[in-house]
């Protein structure tokens, strides 16, 4: 396991307050209050570990198949439905959301290899991630990539919690299916919008794995 760059900076400001907390607590109350001090210190540990964790990068066996869609996010399948989309394609498609709960790894992988025809970023709510509009009114990151196979478009998006959302595509790049494309700071959702017709093969309410799980298949 290794610990996402997007981490870095939030560990670090998470480790020192837990040092200066920590000094002050053993400091003030290690005579008085020991059992307060050491309340205080297991606590603040357990907080620090789960930052850490929120940025781990688990060392996976990842699906590589062209003839797949790969999942691009851990969490759970909280819908499948046809859909209308207005953004980039103009017409039905096949919607496939995961919603990543803070417990989840955040690293979002490419479902398939191909070429980056569209990424745009768009400014919006925080709704929660589960809510019907978060997909088109919550901030909200677009990429669409084709291959020989077809064309779809995933879009991370923020909820609630989630403030940042980073993605590292660009358009006319060639991306690799299972690379890395971009991380979702505490949240929330991956959207994944595809063909008509296209095989699914998730079901609702599973829990998935992002470069693992297969999440549908080219027909």
């Known amino acids: 396991m290794t610990i996402h760059k997007e981490g870095y900076q939030s560990i670090g400001i998470a480790a020192f307050i837990f040092g200066v907390i920590n000094v002050a607590s053993f400091y003030f109350l290690t005579s008085s209050m020991p059992w307060l001090a050491l309340i205080i210190f297991i606590v603040t540990l357990i ?3 789960f930052i850490i964790s929120f ?3 688990p060392n996976r066996k990842l699906t590589i198949d062209d003839n797949k869609i790969v999942c691009p996010a851990d969490g759970k ?3 499948i439905e046809e859909t209308i989309d207005e953004e980039y394609f103009k ?6 959301s995961i919603f990543m709960s803070p417990a989840n790894v955040h690293v979002n992988r490419n479902p398939v290899s ?8 768009h400014k919006g709510k925080y709704l929660v991630a589960w809510h019907p509009k978060s997909s088109t009114e919550n901030e909200r990151w677009s990429v669409v990539v084709k291959n020989n196979y077809g064309t779809i478009l995933y879009k991370q ?3 609630a919690l989630a403030k ?6 660009k358009v006319g790049e060639q991306v690799q299916q299972c690379n890395e ?3 979702i700071k505490f949240g929330s959702r991956v959207d994944v919008l595809l063909p008509v017709g296209t095989q699914i093969n998730v079901q609702l309410n599973q829990v998935v794995k992002g470069g693992v799980t297969v999440l549908a298949s080219w027909k």
């Open 47 to 49: 907080v620090l570990l």
């Open 55 to 57: 940025f781990r990068i």
């Open 77 to 79: 399948v909280v819908v």
């Open 91 to 96: 017409d039905k498609r096949i919607q496939v």
């Open 114 to 121: 191909g070429e980056v025809l569209y990424n745009q970023y």
């Open 157 to 159: 998006i923020a909820g």
């Open 164 to 169: 940042r959302i980073c993605n590292y595509t």
């Open 181 to 183: 494309y971009g991380f």
